[in-house]
């Protein structure tokens, strides 16, 4: 049972999307330095150093983390496998704003997945939520031209974004139910990322030698790359992903949802003001879209 939408939670929750736009803006500032799938490669290695004095117990051949090593392995996959490295992979096509208008789809896929696969029940308030952000979604899609919707074409960044989407929303009720896990990992924050980290970074380093063996982009190291990593270490990894947990235990993870498409606000204000992109008309009415869906999905009875 999930309590009521606290303004504490709130609050917890507007973390992510603060971080996870600042993570867009950099991945498109970094995208010459280094290929995207090295870059995620590099972040959760940085982020699990960063976090190791804090859950290197977790490693011990004792803690559960190997015995539930399949739970992990999918949860690793999910997130720091999967969903970065694909977002960061959009970004070489796509702009911040349009990557994280696209990735507004989530409430979609989150409650689409949890009637699917977690039995979970859908109401009239979060089924036209969703529809209104998903009318935002589609309004990036067709670049503002409606007419259009029928013919558009695609970039193959707002495809990623889309996997990328529906993988963070299995792993978002993957969190939401526990899989059995023992209590002192799960209870400990850190430890529970770590998990994930760890079977995360076998994953990452998997897709990351794929694309080495495609395209052998040089990594340009210097210190604009050592500041972007340390920033998406710290920030969209360990702090966005501590405040993301608690929020989808205390509010579930389709109000959360909600809160994560705060993101394309904030990226489309840093990318105007570190990148020169403006936001267009159409994207500001997305975003009217989105809020409303945020504001009608998780009003009170």
């Known amino acids: 049972m999930h309590t009521r939408l606290s303004p504490s939670t709130a609050l917890l929750l507007t973390v992510p999307p603060l971080m996870w736009a600042g993570n867009a803006v950099v991945g498109r500032m970094v995208g010459e330095l280094v290929p995207p799938m090295m870059l995620n490669l590099l972040r959760w290695a940085l982020a699990g150093l960063i976090l190791l ?3 290197a117990w977790v490693l011990k051949r004792d803690s559960g983390m190997w015995k539930h090593w399949r739970r992990f392995s999918m949860l690793g996959l999910l997130s720091v496998g999967a969903y970065n490295a694909l977002q960061y992979l959009a970004l ?14 989530m409430p979609i896929w989150m409650q689409l997945i949890g009637r699917l696969f977690f039995a979970a029940p859908v109401s009239r308030r979060q ?9 935002g979604v589609l309004l990036v899609l067709s670049r503002g031209q409606l007419d259009t919707l029928l013919q558009v074409q695609l970039l193959p960044g707002d495809i990623y974004i889309l996997i990328a989407s529906i993988c963070w929303a299995f792993y978002s009720w993957m969190l939401a139910r526990p899989g059995g896990e023992p209590t002192t990992i799960r209870g400990d924050w850190a430890a529970f990322l770590m998990a994930q980290i760890v079977f995360g970074l076998v994953w990452s380093a998997l897709f990351a030698a794929g694309e080495w063996a495609v395209v052998e982009q040089p990594i340009t190291w210097g210190w604009p790359l050592l500041a972007a990593l340390v920033f998406v270490a710290v920030g969209p990894a360990l702090l966005a992903y501590r405040a993301w947990g608690i929020g989808v235990q205390r509010a579930g993870p389709t109000v959360a949802s909600f809160f994560g498409n705060l993101t394309p606000l904030l990226a489309a204000l840093m990318s105007a003001a570190l990148l020169g992109e403006l936001p267009q008309l159409y994207h500001g009415a997305a975003f009217v879209l989105i809020v409303c869906g945020i504001v009608v999905s998780s009003a009170r009875r």
């Open 53 to 55: 004095p804090l859950a």
């Open 92 to 105: 070489k096509t796509s702009s911040p704003i349009n990557v994280t208008l696209v990735a507004a789809s």
């Open 127 to 135: 089924l036209l939520g969703a529809l209104l952000s998903i009318s």
